[in-house]
């Protein structure tokens, strides 16, 4: 069965300190890979996505996510964190149908 | 390029009356998600159309709950009889996915249903 785990609720980070947000996935066979953000009172946003090729692929905003076959992983990252990406993130598969994750709030302090 | 459009924005009925939920996806688009989700958990898929056929609905509570795409461009889902369980954001999403699209979907604003 196709699975997607977000292992942290909230991630914590101080301003321009690099962030990571985490995401493991099960699914059978090559699977389509995503993470969007949902800020307050807005809809959900595309942030990047992983299909083929390059395992680090670059999205919105700064951000850029790593694909790692063997671990099944699919971690979010940015280099310098913004007060302004304090929003709840989402990774999502979609091997035989779309799976969302249960999110995990990111939280950038001044 | 317009989003995607839902409504109504807010919806407030009581336990055991019948609501619908309408969605306009993007021009072009032809694939078609509804999503339910609920406070503090991510979003569940509960259908998914390609053009007005459905690819996918394991998830909808049939008994309840209904959806449909008849000329392959708006959907409505409807929900008769409503619980207190089904209070929740209704989600729709549209997608131009195909054999040379991109994949990624694009939200529309939800509805915000509250069944008291």
């Known amino acids: 069965a196709q699975s997607v785990a977000q292992p942290e609720d909230q991630v914590n980070v101080a301003e321009g300190n690099p962030l990571t947000v985490k995401c493991t996935y099960s699914v059978s066979g090559n699977p389509y890979l995503f993470w969007y953000v949902q800020y307050p009172n807005r809809g959900l946003q595309f942030l990047l996505k992983?299909?083929?090729?390059?395992?680090l692929v670059k999205g919105s905003y700064g951000f850029e996510a790593e694909f790692n076959k063997s671990q099944t992983s699919f971690h979010l990252k940015k280099p310098s964190a913004l007060v302004s990406d304090s929003a709840l993130y989402f990774c999502?598969?979609?091997?035989?149908?779309?799976?969302f994750g249960a999110g995990t709030r990111l939280f950038v302090k001044a | 390029e317009a989003g995607v459009a839902q409504s109504p924005r807010y919806k407030i009925i009581e336990k055991r009356q019948s609501v619908a939920f309408w969605c306009n996806p993007i021009?072009?688009?032809?694939?078609l998600y509804w999503y339910q989700q609920i406070l503090g958990q991510g979003p569940k898929l509960l259908i998914q159309f390609q053009n007005n056929g459905v690819v996918d609905d394991s998830q909808l509570p049939k008994d309840r709950f209904s959806a449909e795409r008849l000329k392959g461009v708006d959907s409505t889902l409807k929900i008769q009889p409503a619980k207190l369980e089904d209070s929740a954001v209704y989600l729709c999403?549209?997608?131009?996915?195909?054999?040379?699209?991109?994949?990624?979907?694009?939200f529309g604003p939800g509805t915000r249903l509250t069944v008291t």
């Open positions: 999502a598969v979609e091997g035989f149908k779309t799976i």
């Open positions: 999403a549209s997608s131009p996915r195909g054999a040379e699209s991109s994949y990624e979907q694009y």
């Open positions: 021009s072009g688009h032809a694939t």
């Open positions: 992983y299909i083929t090729g390059d395992n």
